[in-house]
């Protein structure tokens, strides 16, 4: 397993840009890779992911905005947040998975970070 540990949260007004990095304590090269966020109420949900060589995907609602990158020898995965909405508002997760129907699917992530608070306000 690996632990991870965000940052780079905060306030900031819509239209606005964040960027949060997640650092790993052992090599994730061999991991899938990604964020999930959870607003009050909701359920966490998956938001972007990146496998090693592979394409980064991320939900509907980002796409365009968000920009996922990982660093493997340096063990860090960042999100690069643009164009930042109200409705982005949430607790950022970086997660860790053997592969990439795990990482999609919250039940099946066994690696998270502690999480890190975005607000965006209108």
């Known amino acids: 397993q690996v632990q991870l540990v965000e940052s780079g949260g905060g306030l900031v007004r819509a239209g606005g840009s964040l960027r949060l990095s997640c650092a790993a304590s052992g090599g994730i090269r061999t991991y899938t890779v990604g964020w999930y966020r959870q607003a009050p109420g909701n359920q966490r949900e998956y938001v972007a992911t990146?496998?090693?060589?592979?394409?980064?995907t991320y939900i509907d609602s980002v796409k365009g905005r968000f920009t996922i990158s990982r660093d493997n020898a340096k063990n860090a995965v960042d999100l690069q947040m643009t164009s930042l909405k109200p409705e982005d508002t949430a607790v950022y997760y970086c997660a860790a998975a053997r592969s990439y129907g795990n990482m999609i699917r919250a039940g099946n992530v066994n690696n998270w970070g502690q999480g890190t608070q975005v607000t965006v306000s209108s």
């Open positions: 990146s496998l090693d060589g592979g394409t980064p």
